[in-house]
């Protein structure tokens, strides 16, 4: 089971849905964001007597069409902004290190503090879906993708699903100083989510899940690799309960956990480009990359 946003064929109106055995059946909700304001109990209830209804056909036979058939959207919308974690993993620490000329002990510290690195990274209108299109900054030298498993937490502050997330940073800006992260992390095109919401009791061991990327570069491939959320230096549960501290998420929010494949400098991302993130148990979100603002090149 799935959780998804799509446009059903000749509509254009987003609707939310279940995905299974390759038919999407649409639930009684406006929004995700509408989903993520209820218990993960109420959450979980509701979700499994919609699939139950759509595996025992209890439909109306205009009820389901093919999920080949639809247009699936980024698996985020309302008030749901998208956070992220840095530093989780020890190849993140080491990639900081590395590229920081002025701040590399600040990103040493920060891997076994017991603060975690949490920072903004996207609203919701600005999440590229599966198919879409990511950014290079044209101020940046070098721009890497950065896949990462994120979470989907509900307004109570509980882990209520997974999904695919691409959190695409400049290395180059970030290196020049810590304080440019912002400039480096968040702006249009700079974040994918998908393809869709896989609900968090359905994945036995989020620990152990395997995560591949891939870049294509004219059709081949040029760059690869493979980790494991095994590797993850931090606890999801404590990554969550810093996000929520102090704070309020009326619709949810994201929380992407950290990257731990990062292409080594001076590799960075070129217009034209096709970006392939695999995650284990969660789906495959495959985006294309743009020089410049997205739609304008």
């Known amino acids: 089971m799935h959780i998804l946003r799509y446009r059903p064929p000749g509509s254009s109106d987003a609707r939310v849905g279940l995905a299974e055995a390759g038919r999407v059946s649409a639930l009684d909700v406006g929004s995700l964001a509408e989903l993520w304001s209820l218990p993960l109990d109420r959450l979980r209830e509701k979700l499994e007597h919609a699939g139950g209804e759509q595996a025992g056909g209890e439909q109306a036979s205009g009820g389901t069409v093919a999920l080949a058939d639809v247009e699936v959207l980024a698996p985020i919308d309302g008030r749901t902004e998208v956070w992220a974690a840095g530093v989780t993993y020890v190849i993140s620490r080491e990639a900081r290190v590395e590229e920081s000329e002025r701040a590399a002990s600040a990103y040493e510290l920060v891997y076994d503090a017991e603060r975690p690195e949490l920072f903004f990274k996207s609203a919701a209108w600005r999440v590229v879906g599966d198919g879409g299109t990511i950014a290079v900054r044209t101020d940046s030298a070098v721009t890497v993708p950065e896949p990462e498993v994120a979470l989907v937490i509900n307004a109570f502050g509980e882990i209520v699903g997974y999904t695919a997330c691409d959190d695409v940073s400049s290395r ?115 985006t294309s990359v743009v020089r410049g603002l997205p739609g304008t090149t």
């Open 172 to 286: 180059s800006i970030e290196g020049e100083n810590p304080l440019y992260l912002p400039q480096a992390k968040i702006y249009m095109g700079a974040c994918a989510l998908g393809p869709m919401v896989r609900p968090a009791w359905e994945v036995p061991d989020p620990y152990a899940l395997k995560i591949g990327l891939t870049i294509y570069r004219s059709g081949e491939a040029t760059w690869r690799g493979e980790a494991s959320t095994a590797q993850l230096h931090r606890r999801y549960d404590e990554l969550v309960r810093y996000l929520v501290h102090s704070d309020v998420h009326p619709d949810g929010a994201v929380l992407s956990t950290g990257t731990c494949l990062v292409p080594p400098a001076p590799f960075t991302l070129q217009a034209g480009d096709v970006v392939k993130i695999e995650v284990e148990e969660i789906g495959t979100l495959t």
